[in-house]
């Protein structure tokens, strides 16, 4: 299957690289060597034109090479970047410097693309450098993943040790709150119902955290992601998101995932369900948008598994609310962590649970008007089931 931006660049897999490879044959091994490459590679002379690139440039920018070649580097840029002021110093040094985590985010690419830049100079052409970036965010969500992983291990531990240790005891505190009830004075009685709501709460909550500690193999099989998709948003709009619009963007060819459709359901109603709060019930233009694509070359390398897993299969679920609170970001699936006033923060810390439990990564992505959540799962193969 080809990705969508594969499709709209018009990439070819072999070419002949001249600048890049420094040879004029593009079935040579340096050429083939360097289309081969994953990350982005670009020559750039020194009055700023590119003068090639390899496929993973193309991918990255959304540009056929021959576009690329008709513009100027630092068209590519954001504005002030400090990649412009890295390439003159090599230039004047005549040697290869690195920056580390350099955003090239621009409307085109992509709000936020976090890049390590390896700059080195040509010696076959004046005042020319050759430029390979290679990208942190995927790296960075890896990271942030096996985080979530561990929070919702260590959840697993709490639920198991709360369900043993609490719900005996609140039974009994019911039970016998229930007795004083039917012997106490009427302005007595409406502690003892205080006292029964308390401990059906409590009781609740325990409940939804034992969920964490079944660790028995989830039962996966093929789905399909829009079925799954259209039940949510029937649901969501017989419900608690009546008068927000849906919008569907789908890829009809998409492969079926490999997962338990029940729990499908539990992760995308879920993700729905606080998009609607974010979005309100006042909101005139309220719009959550669900989407579906196949995004080759994107891995994970699972505990336990020797071989990275491919995750080719994103799911998003976006809404036009406030966005999250940027203290929040980066504890947003932990337990306990929640931006409601009434929310117990359970509810993506059990989403990250169960898509780790499926091999997946989900992210988060916010900005005013524009909250993002990412889901990467596995597709569906015989031998995987």
């Known amino acids: 299957m080809t990705s969508k931006s594969a499709r709209k660049t018009g990439i070819k897999t072999e070419r002949a690289p001249e600048e890049l490879a420094g040879q004029g044959d593009g079935d040579c091994p340096s ?4 289309n081969a490459l994953p990350h982005p590679l670009l020559s750039v002379a020194g009055d700023g034109s590119i003068r090639d690139v390899n496929p993973a440039a193309e991918l ?5 090479r021959n576009n690329l070649r008709k513009i100027k580097f ?11 002021s890295a390439i003159d110093m090599v230039r004047q040094r005549r040697a290869p410097i690195n920056e580390y985590r350099v955003d090239l985010g621009t409307p085109r690419i992509g709000a936020e693309r976090y ?34 992983r561990g929070a919702a291990r260590s959840l697993s531990a709490m639920g198991a040790m709360l369900a043993h240790e609490i719900k005996n005891p609140l039974s009994g505190i019911r039970g ?19 006292i029964c709501d308390e401990t059906d709460r409590i009781v609740s909550l325990v409940e939804r955290m034992e969920a964490f500690s079944d660790g028995r193999p989830v039962e996966r099989g093929p789905v399909n992601i829009h079925e799954v998709f259209d039940h949510v948003r029937r ?6 998101a009546r008068r927000i619009r849906f919008v569907e963007n789908y890829d009809p060819s998409l492969p079926p995932v490999l997962a338990n459709r029940d729990q499908l359901i539990q992760v995308f109603l879920n993700l729905v369900k606080n998009a609607a709060e974010a979005i309100g019930e006042d909101s005139l233009d309220g719009e959550i948008e669900l989407t579906t694509a196949f995004r080759p070359g994107v ?11 491919s995750l080719p299969l994103e799911f998003c679920v976006r809404d036009n609310g406030p966005g999250v609170p940027d203290d929040l970001m980066s504890h947003l699936f932990d337990p306990f962590v929640t931006t409601k006033a009434s929310g117990s923060g359970l509810g993506l810390a059990l989403v990250a649970k169960i898509v780790g439990d499926h091999g997946g990564v989900i992210e988060c992505e916010s900005h005013p008007r524009k909250t993002l959540f990412r889901v990467l799962m596995p597709v569906y193969s015989a031998r995987a089931a």
């Open 235 to 240: 649901v969501a709009q017989a419900g608690f």
């Open 299 to 309: 891995s994970i390398r699972a505990p336990g598994n020797a071989a990275p897993v």
């Open 74 to 84: 630092q068209d590519l840029l954001p504005f002030g970047s400090p990649l412009i």
């Open 60 to 64: 990255f920018f959304d540009m056929s």
């Open 176 to 194: 016998a709150a229930q007795l004083l009830d039917t012997a106490v004075s009427d302005d007595d009685r409406a502690l003892c119902r205080l």
């Open 31 to 34: 050429a083939q060597l360097l």
């Open 115 to 148: 890049v390590d830049i390896h700059i080195a100079p040509l010696p076959t052409m004046a005042d020319g450098v050759v430029i390979m970036l290679q990208e942190r965010t995927i790296a960075d969500k890896m990271d942030r993943q096996l985080t979530h």
